[in-house]
Every structure is written in C-alpha cells, then in structure tokens.
C-alpha cells in the first residue's frame, strides 16, 4: 500500500526568500516520487520526478527536492520565492513492484503556498 | 489542440439527475485516469484505463460512477442520480506508455455543483 502525507497544509513566504513543502510518504516497494504544482484555475502541472536515479531531482522553475529513504521524506524547496510561485502543490507516488503495468498514483492533501511582497 | 480537454467545464444539476463528464486525451496516449477533488482537498483516484487492459475501478465511490472509454481515445465518466456529496472537480488526465512513470497530462476539470 501506499501513502503521502504532507505535512503543512498552508505555507506563507516573502518573496525572496526561501520555500520547503515536506512531503512524508510509505510504500510497499521501490517508489517513484513526483510534485505536482496547481495553480488558480490551472490544470495540474509536473513539477519534477523521481525514479530511482539521482537523489536530488532537479524540477522547473527553480524547484527541487531530495529522497530520503532512511527518512522516507521528498521535501520540495526554492532558494528564492517568486510571486508566480503562489499555487497549490501536490506530493504523489507511484508504487508497484517492478516490472508490473499500470501507474496508479496517490496523491497528498496538497500545500497552498502563499508569497508576500 | 494538443493537450487534454474536458467538458463541460461547469455542470450544474439537481440532485437525482444524471451526468456525463467527457474527456479527450492526447492523441497516441495509452493510459487514462480519472480523478475527483473536493474543495480544499487533495485529489482522490476514481479510475484507470490502460490500452485494453481491464479498467482499475477500486476508486469507484459507489455503483453510481461508471467510466468508459473506446481504445485510446475519448472517456465518459457517468454519475448517476447525483447526490450533493458528488459536488467536486473531476480531473482526467492522460499519459504515454513511453513517457515513463508518474508523466500525467493533466485536463482543467469539470467543475460539478450539485444542489
């Protein structure tokens, strides 16, 4: 089975400084990993993924974040906030054992960020 | 055009009534899928379409959602003798079997007010 908990529902920044989305998840296999950012009546959009390659993933606009299986976390994070950035952001996995069909994905409660002049 | 369309983007019925959500994917993607959220809520897997594989329902509410799709091409989800609680945006989304895992093309939704 699989799960993501995110862990701020609402996150406020000033614009310039930094952003981090903490992302917890659990699986039953080897998971892939994704952020999905939603903007105001916007279709969702991939921000980045991670599927057992490299631990640091780099995403557009600026975004990346990091698995940690000890810690078993995928926190998303900025060095610097933009207005643009205000949005809703979504942590999902992806979990079936390897080689089996299908990409079903469950996703967090989301994160509603908030950017301040 | 090029990305996933649905419609209607807005649906406003009476409770007990009948609905169907369309979806249009991109062309030449496999798999399908849709998706509900509720206001202020995350998004809740509903169904799963692969080629020709059997469908994976167990996001199904109840019997009153049904979803169909001919091939690849365009999907139908069906909410019968809607009920209040069916109020949501339901969110398809498509992607390739070459694209690699977790690459879903999202639609904008169909925003569903149930009074």
């Known amino acids: 089975a699989q799960s993501v908990t995110q862990l701020d529902s609402h996150v406020s920044v000033s614009e310039g400084t930094p952003v981090l989305l903490r992302c917890n998840y659990s699986?039953?296999?080897?998971?892939?990993l994704f952020w999905y950012v939603q903007h105001p009546n916007k279709g969702l959009q991939l921000l980045l993924k991670y599927t057992s390659a490299a631990t640091l993933v780099k995403g557009i606009n600026g975004f990346e974040a990091e698995f940690k299986k000890s810690e078993t976390s995928f926190h998303l994070t900025k060095p610097s906030a933009h207005m643009s950035d205000a949005a809703e952001y979504f942590c999902?996995?992806?979990?079936?054992?390897?080689?089996?069909?299908?990409?079903?994905?469950?996703f967090g409660g989301g994160t509603r960020v908030l950017v301040k002049p | 055009g090029a990305g996933v369309s649905q419609s209607p983007s807005n649906k406003v019925t009476e409770k007990g009534k009948d609905v169907e959500l369309r979806c249009d994917p991109i062309?030449?993607?496999?798999?399908l899928y849709w998706y509900r959220q509720r206001l202020g809520q995350g998004l809740e897997f509903l169904i799963y379409f692969q080629g020709n594989s059997a469908p994976d329902k167990s996001g199904l509410p109840s019997d009153r959602f049904s979803a169909e799709r001919t091939g690849e091409s365009v999907s139908t989800l069906t909410i019968q003798r809607t009920q209040q609680e069916d109020s949501a945006v339901y969110l398809c989304?498509?992607?390739?079997?070459?694209?690699?895992?977790?690459?879903?093309?999202f639609g904008e939704g169909s925003r569903l007010t149930v009074l």
């Open positions: 989304a498509s992607s390739p079997l070459a694209g690699g895992v977790g690459e879903l093309f």
């Open positions: 699986s039953s296999y080897s998971p892939s």
């Open positions: 999902v996995v992806s979990d079936r054992p390897q080689g089996a069909a299908g990409n079903k994905l469950t």
């Open positions: 062309s030449g993607h496999t798999a």
